[in-house]
């Protein structure tokens, strides 16, 4: 085997997004990501603060999402979502770019929202993961913002919300990983479901995925190690 369990757990951000997920369910989540040692919980917005307090002391940090799913909320209205989440102690930030003006060709648009967003969590000194929800996109879109995202120096290229048509593709994150600079990491949404799925999307250069499926992966993951 070419990884450890700590190695596969710290790829993984354990999400917690569905719409009609509860409280109660919202915090066993937080508990079983404990359990696991995973790399973060991406919570709902609103129980971001809760989150906080249950992965205190932990090595699990705590993420959340910013103009989700469908990016389309003005620069004003996500630099307010990531301020009240940054200052609630969010470690990290997945967000959504705004997809129609990709699709407008309007890229200094998306440059200073991508920009803005960037300097902000950077401010914070924290993460921000920049959601393109590629299923929707040409790849002359995708290679733009890779070479945007580079350019303001995000930490992150995500491939999807996994609430769109499609999620994660080989050939999407090979495209990406070629076009984002060194600096900038990967990160597979949507799909991602098993442990051999997951140890095929690191093989392509993903430093992150978000999963559902954690305790099934890592489950698999102990079992093949022994």
């Not at 354990?14 to 937080?30: I, K, N, V, Y």
Request: charged share 25%.
């Amino acid at each position: 085997m070419d990884f450890t369990y700590t190695q596969i757990a710290k790829m993984i951000d354990h999400s917690l997004l569905a719409p009609t997920l509860t409280d109660a369910e919202l915090e066993a989540g937080c508990k079983l990501a404990l359990k696991y040692d995973v790399a973060s919980v991406c919570i709902k917005p609103y129980y971001l603060p809760r989150c906080v307090e249950l992965l205190a002391e932990s090595g699990v940090k705590s993420s959340t999402t910013v103009g989700f799913p469908h990016g389309g909320h003005t620069l004003h209205i996500k630099l307010a979502e990531a301020q009240e989440a940054l200052a609630s102690g969010c470690q990290e930030l997945d967000v959504v770019v705004n997809i129609g003006k990709v699709l407008s060709g309007d890229w200094p648009y998306v440059r200073r929202e991508i920009t803005a967003l960037t300097n902000l969590t950077h401010a914070y000194g924290q993460i921000i993961k920049v959601i393109f929800e590629n299923c929707y996109l040409q790849d002359e879109h995708k290679i733009r913002l890779c070479e945007l995202c580079g350019e303001a120096g995000s930490d992150f290229v995500k491939t999807s919300t996994g609430y769109g048509s499609g999620g994660a593709t080989l050939d999407d994150l090979r495209l990406m990983r070629r076009h984002a600079p060194p600096h900038v990491q990967l990160k597979a949404a949507g799909g991602v479901r098993t442990l051999d799925a997951l140890l095929e999307v690191r093989a392509l250069g993903v430093a992150r995925v978000g999963a559902s499926r954690t305790a099934e992966i890592l489950d698999e993951c102990r079992r093949r190690l022994g």
